[in-house]
């Protein structure tokens, strides 16, 4: 994984909005708290108002709005 940093910090150390400086620093921060950040199994039973059909839709809906 650090080589991949790496490498993306030398293709975009020119770049100031890429921050490259900090991105080990980011990669290791996700990389440690994305086991405990991922949704529930089950979060849907949470939403009853919303059926897996109507987020279908949402989620189409966003994806149009978005290009």
Do not use: G
């Amino acid at each position: 994984m650090q080589e991949t940093i790496d490498e993306c910090d030398d293709e975009n150390a020119s770049n100031p909005q890429f921050v490259a400086e900090f991105t080990t620093d980011i990669m290791r921060h996700f990389m440690a708290t994305e086991m405990h950040n991922q949704p529930q199994h089950k979060y849907m039973d949470n939403q009853p108002q919303i059926t897996e059909r109507m987020r279908s839709i949402l989620i189409d809906w966003i994806i149009e709005v978005h290009f």
